[in-house]
C-alpha cells in the first residue's frame, strides 16, 4: 500500500502487460503437455472460451468452436436474438468503416430480445453436438431463465460488467444469485468480478465458474467514463486467493477462475493462467478469424448501452481461419495465431505440464 | 517518501490518470444513487462547477448550467466584463484556427476591466432565476468586492493560480483574505491551493470552499515555464485531510473541497470525488458543448498574462449540448457527455448511495 | 519482491535501457585500457561474439570478424548448411521489402540441413586462420556433432531459446548435456539461459561459457506469443552470481557469462559487461555492417518455425563497414558504430582498466 | 538501493521531468524576490550562465549576455579560435538543413585551435565591459592556460564530459588540477561532474565552482554510446551535498554548484535550483535566441569528435531575441522566453525571497 495523499493510501495493481513469465531450470518437450480444461462434467480440448460477443460468437462459429474443442459461448441477448435475420445488420457492421456511430448501435440494439430466437439460436448449436452455452446479463437472467433452460443447454452464463452477489435496488427486484443459481439445473458461470470480495461471495452462490474481468479491455472505455478499471493480473491474483479460501470453507467445492478479456494475444493468455486462472475466455483474438461475424470489426455489449454507452466498435486484422488462430499453425509471429499451440509450448519451455501446476510458476514484473 | 538524491528527498506523488476506483462486493440500481450537492444555503443537483474560463461560461451559459442543476461561475475578468459587446472577439476567438497568437491574447485582454459591466452580467444570471456565482483573482478582488456585492450574488468566487492565506508583498498591499471575507456578506470559495496547509490556513478564513488545483490543466503550462506541478490525486487527499482536521479544530464547520481542473473526462470527475472532493470545477469538458463561448477553443487565465503567459489555446471537439454534456443521453463512449449519469452509474457500480460515503472507496494505482 | 495480488509476488526485472553506469572520481586515459577477453585457450582483442545468425554471419563475415578480432560464430543450421548455393535466397531476403512473409520463411527454411555443408562452411573459415565456431540447437546437436567435431573447430556453440540441463521428454531422447559436453573434445558454450539456478546446472555440465538470453531481442516476439520475457540486467546479474558461486562450488572453474541479444547500441554493450559479464554476443550491431548477409535486413531461428513462429525479420539501417562497425571510427553519434572504441571509451571515462573490475561498477536505475 | 538482480544493487536516479516543486503555504508579490547571484568577486543579476557552445557563444553573444546581467562564456576550442573568419561555417552550419553529417563537422573542427585567436576573442569581450569568461577541456588547458590568463579574464572554465580530480595516464602527462588552479590567478569553474565524490574532490582543488553534468543533453548521446547516464535531478542534490561537507571540512569555502545542461526550458532552471544549484549553465533555451550563432541549430564539443563523437547537431526554433529570451516579455506560454521572471515568478508563487532558501523547498517526483 502506498500513500496517495494524506487521507488515502492504495495498492499498485498490475495489468498482464505490467508482468511475464519466468524460465525455469526444467525444459519439457511439447508432446509431455497436458493441457486439457475438465469444469462440471465436461472436458474441453483447451482451456479457453469464446467470449458471448456478437463480432466473436455467432450459432455457427460457436458450433466451429466447440468442434474444435472449446466452449463457445452465444449472447443471448446480441443481434441473434433480437433479430430474425440478422445478417444484413452485420453486414452493415462489418463492411462499413468508422462511420457506424455509437447512436446507430444503439439504433440497432434497441429491438427487442425474443424468446423463440433464444431457444432456436440454442437448438442449432445442441443440434451441431457440441457443447452448448449461452450468456445473459443479470439484468434479463430471470426473465429468459425458463426460456433458456427448457432449450437446453451445458452451461448458463450470467455476464455483466459488475457482478455481485449483492445488488440492491429500489425500482426492481434485484437478481438472487444463490437462489437463482440453485434453482436452476444447469451449471452457471458468473462474473466479470475483480476483487477478492466479490469473487468469494459469487462462489458462494453456487456458481461452476466465476469471470474475472470489469468490462473487457480491447473495447471497454469504463476508466475514461467511470473511473473503473481493473488490471487483470492483480484481479486473477485476488480472485484465485478466493478459489483457495472457498475450496477450503465449503469442504472440497473447486470453482473455476476465468479470466475474461485484456487478452490480445497468445502470451496474454499464458500470463493469465500463471496468475491463477483456469480458463480464459477470448473476445478480440477470436474477433480476428476470418469467419468472425464481426468482419474484422470487434465490439462489446458496452457499445449500445442507451443513456451511457461505455465501449467502442474497433477494427481488428483478419489473421486467419478459426482453426489457424486456435490450432495453427501460425504464418504470424505476433501471437495471433496458434494460440493453443503458443499456451503448450510457454509450458514446455518452462518444464510444467499441467495448468494446475503452471498457476505456481514465478513472474516477473518489467 | 524518497531520495532525490543525498541532499534531497521527495514524495511520491499521483496524477488522476495514475489511479482508478475498485469495483467493491456490492452493486446498486441507479435509482438509488443520490447526488445532490449542499453547499451554503443551496442545494444543487450534482456537485460540479463550471470554471470561470471565457471559453466556458457566458453570462447565456452560466444561466443555462443553472437551470440544469449546477453552479456556473463566471469570470469578472473575462471578455464580457471588459468590453460591452465581446461578441466579435468571441468570433475572432473561437472562428480562428491556431493563428491566433499568445501576444493576440496578451492584447485583447489588456483592455481594463468596467465595474458596470460586472454588475450588467451579474444581474443578467440574477434575473433568470439560477444561483449567481462570480470569480475575480485575489489581485482584484478588494478592487471589485464592493460591485460586485452589490450586484448580488450567491457565492463570490476568489481564484488564482496559488492563493495563500499569507500572501506577502512589497508593492501593493496584499489581501487580507480572512478580513476581506469575514466582512463580505457572501460564502466565498476560494483557491487555487493543493496542499494540506494552505488549505488549511483558507479554511480558518472562513471560506466555505477550497479550490483544489494549480493553474487549471488542459491548457496550463505551469509546468514547462515555472516547474509546479500538483498532481491532483495526491492534492485532493491531502486537502481533505485538511478538511478534516479543520473540522475538528472548528467544532463542526465544514468546508467543501472542490477539485479545479485536471478532469478532462467523466472518470476524472469520479476519481477526484473518490480522493475526497466535495465537488468538481468543470473547464474542458464544458467547453467540449456546443454552447459553449470558446467554440471549439478553450483557454484560462494565464495564456494572457502580460510577461509570462503559463497557458495554452486548445482545442477540443464540440461533442453535444450542454444538456447532453451534462444529463446525456450520451452517444460517444470516451467521457465526454452524460456527465452526472457517469457519476451515478460509478457509483451504483461499486455501491454507494452518496458521495460523502464514495469519498471512501478503495483506489488502485496502476 | 512486489505483491501482483493475494497470491502472487513477483520480482522487478529491469531491462539494460532501466539501467545506466555512473562515472566515478577516477578518469583514465583510453591507452590504459585493457580489453582482450581470454576464454579457453584463445585470446580475443575484445570481448565481443558474431551471432550465429543468417543476417549476421555467413562464412565470410566469420572470417572478416575473426581477422578484426572476434569469435564470429556461424549458425549450421541456417541457409549456409542447407543450401550449396544459397547467394539467391539472400538476395530475395535482403532485397525484398516487407513483402518476405514469415510463410516464406517457413518455406525457405524447410530444406532439409546437408552434413557436407556443415563440413564445407566450417573448413572454409578454419583455412583463414580464424578461429573456428559453429552453432547447433540443442534438438540437432546430438545428430551433427560428429559431423563438427570431425571438421574441427575451437569453439561449439549449442544456442537455443531456452536451454537446461534438464530437458524431459516422451518423444526424443532428450539431450544430455553433461555427457555431451564431457564427451567432445571442444570447448562448448551453450544457453539461452536466463536464471540463477538454470545457469548453475548449465554451468555443472562442463560448460566453458554461457549464453544469457531468451530468444534475442530486436526480432524476438517471445512475450507477445509465449509470455516470457527477460530483462537483460536481471538476467545477467543473476547469471554472474551463479559463475561466483560455480566458482567456489568448483574449486576455481570460472565459466565465462555471455550477454547474448537486447544489445541494439555500443551503450548496452557497455551496460552488459557493467552488470557481470564477460562478454556480448551481437546480432543487430553487426547486421548493420554493409558486407552483412542480411543486407539490411535482420531475423533469427525463431521467425522461421513450423507451427509458432516467434520472431519478425526487421529492416536495419546499413551505417558502415564491418571494420568500421567494430573499430571505427565513427561517423554517426548513435552508438552503432566503433563498438571496441565505445566500451574501451566508457571505461576510461570511468576510470577502470580491465573489465573484470568494470563489472563492479555502479550502477542507476532512471 | 535495489535489487537488478543477485549480484547487483543500484539506486534509482532522478532527471529533472521527474520532480516538481510544491506549493508551500505562503506566496509573496514578485517584486520581493532577489535572484542576484553572488560568486567571487562578481554579482551577477540573475544566476545563469551561457554554456561555451559554438551554437550558443560567440564574442558578440558573450557580449550582449553579459549586458543583460550574466555571465557569458566563450568556447576557446569552438570555430572563433580555429579559425579568423568562422562566418562562412557559420553561415553553412546554420543554413543547411539535416545534411551537414557528422562527417561534416569532424572535418570542419579538425582546425587546430589558434593561441592568438584566444586572445583576440577575449579582449574584444573585455573592450566591451563585461565579465569575460572562456571554458577549454582538460586536454588543452595547460597548453593555453598562459595565452588565456595573459588575455585577462574574470572566470576560467574547464569543461568536459567527465572531469576528475584524478586522471590516470599514461600516454600524456594529465593535468594537475590542484597545481594548476592554485597556481593560477583566475577562479576556476570546473566540471562536469556527476557525483559526490568526484565534487568533493573537485573542491578540493580550489575550484570556485563545479559544473554538474555529464555531456549536455539536449544534444548528447553519451547513454546510448557508452552506456553513462546522469539523470540531473539526483546529481544536484548528490553535489550540493558535497559542498555542504566541503563547507564543514574547508572551514568555510562555499563552492558555487553550477548545473549545466538537461534545461530545456524554463521550469528546468527552477527545478535545478530547488535540488540545490546555485545557478544554471545553459545551452539549447540561448540556442533558441534570434542572434543565437546557431541559426536555428544547436551542436555540443562531443558531436565532433573524431572517432567516437557522442552527440548530435539539432533543430530548435527561434523563439526571440536574446533579450526576450531572458528577461521577456514572453510571447510564448512553453517556458522558452522570460526565463529570468519565469524564476522571479516561481519562487514569488512559493513565498520564497531569495535562490539560497529556495533550495530547501519541497519536492514531489511524478
Known amino acids: 500500500m502506498q500513500d496517495i495523499g494524506r487521507s488515502k493510501r492504495a495498492a499498485r495493481s498490475f495489468s498482464l502487460d505490467d508482468v511475464a513469465i519466468m524460465p525455469t531450470r526444467r525444459t519439457r518437450g511439447i508432446e509431455t503437455v497436458d493441457i486439457d480444461w475438465r469444469i462440471d462434467a465436461i472436458t474441453f480440448g483447451f482451456p479457453m472460451l469464446a467470449a458471448p460477443m456478437d463480432s466473436v460468437m455467432s450459432p455457427a462459429t460457436a458450433i466451429a468452436f466447440g468442434q474444435l474443442g472449446g466452449l463457445g459461448v452465444l449472447n443471448l441477448e446480441g443481434l441473434w436474438t433480437r433479430y430474425a435475420d440478422p445478417e444484413a445488420l452485420f453486414e452493415e457492421l ?16 434497441a429491438e427487442p430480445i425474443k424468446a423463440e430466437l433464444i431457444t432456436e439460436r440454442l437448438r442449432q448449436i445442441r443440434d451441431a453436438g457440441v457443447p452448448v452455452a449461452g450468456a445473459l446479463s443479470p439484468q434479463t437472467a430471470q426473465k429468459f431463465a425458463g426460456v433458456v433452460e427448457n432449450a437446453g443447454l451445458d452451461f448458463f452464463v450470467i455476464r455483466g460488467t459488475a457482478v455481485s452477489a449483492q445488488h440492491v435496488s429500489n425500482a426492481t427486484e434485484p437478481l438472487d444469485l444463490a437462489r437463482f443459481i440453485y434453482e436452476l439445473d444447469v451449471p452457471v458461470i458468473v462474473g466479470g468480478c475483480a476483487t477478492y470480495q466479490t469473487a468469494l461471495h459469487l462462489m458462494r452462490t453456487g456458481a461452476a465458474g466465476v469471470l474475472v474481468g470489469f468490462g473487457g479491455a480491447a473495447t471497454s472505455t469504463n476508466a475514461q467514463v467511470i473511473g473503473i478499471e481493473v488490471p487483470m493480473a492483480t484481479a486473477i491474483s485476488d480472485v484465485a486467493e478466493a478459489r483457495r479460501d472457498y475450496l477450503d470453507e465449503s469442504g472440497g467445492r473447486y470453482v473455476h477462475v476465468i479470466a475474461d478479456g485484456a487478452m490480445g494475444h497468445s502470451g496474454d493468455i499464458v500470463k493469465a493462467l500463471a496468475c491463477g486462472a483456469d480458463a480464459a475466455m477470448l473476445g478480440v483474438p477470436l474477433a480476428r478469424a476470418t469467419e468472425a461475424p464481426g468482419q ?71
Chains 1, 2, 3, 4 share one sequence.
Do not use: C
Open 94 to 109: 462489418g463492411a462499413a468503416s468508422d462511420q457506424v456511430t455509437t447512436s446507430r448501435l444503439q439504433e440497432i440494439y
Open 296 to 366: 474484422g470489426w470487434h465490439w462489446g455489449q458496452e457499445a449500445w448501452h442507451e443513456s451511457l454507452p461505455r465501449g467502442r466498435r474497433v477494427r481488428v486484422d483478419q489473421v486467419g481461419t478459426l482453426r489457424e488462430v486456435m490450432l495453427g499453425p501460425s504464418h504470424s509471429p505476433d501471437g495471433t495465431m496458434n494460440l493453443v499451440g503458443a499456451l503448450r509450448r510457454a509450458m514446455a519451455s518452462t518444464g510444467y505440464t499441467e495448468v494446475k501446476a503452471f498457476q505456481r510458476i514465478d513472474l516477473i514484473i518489467h
